[in-house]
């Protein structure tokens, strides 16, 4: 089991100490300088740009310094708070879901049922197609007269007549479901990969002394799954945060701005109404954001562990 | 585990049937929606048999065939944004796995956060910067920013695979009058070389599946199949049937590589932290 992704526990026979050759860093350059090419460039641009007036529906060129105004105007625009409470209420929400449903998935399927391996192949199908083509899907399924809304009424569940997504107080919850129904199943397969990592005595022997289904789960699985629930859990909480393409899909950020989250924000703000020097400002308030969050997982994973 | 009594296992093989259900339906019924006639898309409760057409297919791949259009751009994208991005994460991930260098564990954290910051911050600026060399709307502009995500991933997941081969193997070859080139290339890449596969399967999978960039750089020639389905939404009144057989031949490829990765899967996903 690895520490941190792609780090992996270093066995110490298939690792050169080179301290004083330049090999290493020659053979990682062309990644680096290219990706610097592709990222930092013209995110320097950008953080240029943040500190401009500049709306390409106005001018071609920017139209000069503004100091901080692009970053104040940010922090006093309510769609800018708005879609910011909307990406962590969903980035939380929907990590959450997918986490118990898939955990219960993964025990379910740690039975050794017959089947089960067929069952893991279906299974994992959502996870391997684009969300854009999940939005479309559940877009679909979401309609007053779809399936989804059609079951919820056998069910007695009232739902709008406008349709989830366009009522603004469950459009949100439309969303969260499609990426739910999306990633559960990673979850599932990865804690499901978890659980068989955990050496099959240890679990007889609790049995055998008596401890119940939930003691073996609270004392033995839990405690044993921390790290890798860690991992999947912050590479899935960073991805909802980016969440881009089911929104575009399913509700463009409507019905109003009800949808909107930071990313889609900024998509709005820089390439529908063209205003750069404003999309820069809060493009650099996500990455600020991001570099806190990206630090706080760290931190939760791997303190007290040797990296 | 344990021994389950027979009403327990009754109870979780239905919870099983259930689970996959909730999973597949929706699945099952793009598929369906994609050969059903337009007439038994609306009804309520919803029509189940019917007469399955192949015109949906006929209209988006063959006359007019818009969707073969995106369906090449696809291929062609994902393809070369996998192809480009080899040769330089092979290189990283070599360097990675073998050497112990002051700033490792720093840059190694640079790619993973990479990819899994949000690529829309830096999408606006790389926009203009495309732009103003004339590329947006063609092939490079996307394969070129793909590189963002399928370089790091590719880098962390052949890393994964390379620290698994004992480097006294490569040290053999060397006492064996090979240069390090030399043992590289006849000892550790072919002993890699599932490890090389496996992460070359995601990164097209990665690339066929975004969305985000080609939505903003493609042009009407270079349009991939998930963005080109846009399309179909913009015509009056959404056409579903089509969407749906677009839908259907977008997932195919990603599914059918999954189900070919099996027990890889775990390993790719989490970018060959947990094997």
């Known amino acids: 089991m690895g520490l941190i992704p792609g780090v992996g526990v270093i066995k110490k026979e298939t690792m050169l100490n080179v301290k004083h050759s330049s090999l290493p860093y020659v053979l990682v350059l062309p990644s680096l300088l290219f990706l610097a090419f592709i990222i930092v460039y013209p995110l320097g641009f950008s953080l240029y740009y943040s500190f401009q007036m500049w709306n390409l529906q106005i001018s071609p060129v920017p139209l000069g310094p503004v100091g901080f105004m692009n970053y104040r105007t940010a922090i006093s625009d309510p769609t800018f708070v708005h879609s910011l409470i909307n990406t962590l209420k969903l980035s939380a929400a929907a990590t959450a879901i997918q986490f118990v449903f898939g955990l219960s998935i993964a025990l379910l399927l740690s039975e050794n049922l017959k089947g089960g391996n067929v069952a893991r192949a279906l299974l994992i199908m959502p996870t391997a197609m684009a969300p854009m083509v999940a939005g479309f899907i559940f877009r679909y399924l979401y309609y007053p007269d779809g399936l989804i809304p059609y079951f919820l009424s056998l069910v007695r569940i009232p739902i709008p007549k406008e349709g989830i997504l366009g009522n603004a107080s469950t459009a949100l919850w439309g969303i969260t479901l499609t990426d739910v129904w999306e990633w559960t199943p990673f979850f599932a397969i990865i804690l499901l990969a978890g659980i068989k990592s955990i050496p099959v005595e240890i679990i007889e022997a609790a049995q055998v002394d008596g401890a119940s289904f939930f003691a073996t789960f609270w004392h033995i699985i839990l405690p044993n799954l921390r790290f890798v629930a860690l991992i999947i859990i912050m590479i899935r909480f960073m991805q909802i945060f980016n969440l881009f393409d089911i929104i575009y899909a399913e509700t463009m950020g409507g019905p109003g701005t009800s949808t909107r989250t930071l990313s889609y924000n900024l998509y709005y703000r820089g390439l529908v109404e063209y205003n750069i020097g404003y999309s820069s400002a809060i493009a650099w308030i996500m990455i600020i954001i991001m570099v806190i969050i990206i630090n706080v997982f760290l931190f939760l994973s791997f303190k007290g562990e040797e990296l | ?275």
């Not at chain 2, 994609?34 to 309520?44: E, F, G, H, M, Q």
């Not at chain 2, 290339?185 to 999978?205: C, E, N």
């Not at chain 2, 080109?228 to 997932?251: E, K, Q, R």
């Open chain 2, 1 to 275: 585990m344990a021994r389950r009594s027979l009403p327990t296992r009754i109870l979780l093989y239905a919870l099983l049937v259930i689970v996959i259900c909730i999973f597949m339906i929706p699945i099952v019924w793009t598929a369906l929606l994609s050969v059903r006639p337009t007439i038994t898309n609306r009804t309520l409760p919803p029509t189940l048999i019917f007469k399955p057409t192949l015109r949906h297919f006929y209209y988006c791949f063959a006359n007019p065939g818009l969707s073969s259009h995106w369906l090449i751009a696809s291929l062609v994208i994902a393809s070369a944004a996998t192809g480009l991005s080899l040769p330089f994460s092979l290189l990283a991930a070599y360097s990675f796995s073998r050497f112990k260098f002051s700033g490792r564990k720093f840059l190694m954290f640079w790619y993973l956060s990479l990819f899994l910051g949000p690529p829309i911050v830096f999408l606006i600026p790389y926009v203009l910067m495309m732009s103003r060399i004339g590329l947006v709307g063609k092939y490079p502009s996307i394969v070129i920013v793909y590189q963002t995500f399928t370089i790091p991933f590719s880098i962390l997941v052949i890393k994964s695979f390379f620290d698994e081969i004992p480097v006294a193997l490569e040290e053999a070859a060397m006492v064996d009058g090979a240069s390090r080139i030399g043992a590289i290339l006849r000892v550790v890449i072919p002993l890699s070389l599932p490890g090389i596969i496996v992460a070359s399967m995601f990164a097209f999978v990665f690339s066929w599946n975004n969305s985000i960039f080609p939505l903003v750089l493609s042009s009407r020639s270079t349009k991939p199949l998930p963005v080109g389905t846009l399309n179909f939404f913009a015509t009056t009144g959404i056409t579903w049937n089509y969407i749906a057989a677009t839908s259907l031949v977008t997932m195919l490829p990603p599914m059918l590589i999954f189900l070919v990765l099996g027990r890889y899967i775990v390993r790719g996903l989490t970018f060959g932290a947990i094997k």
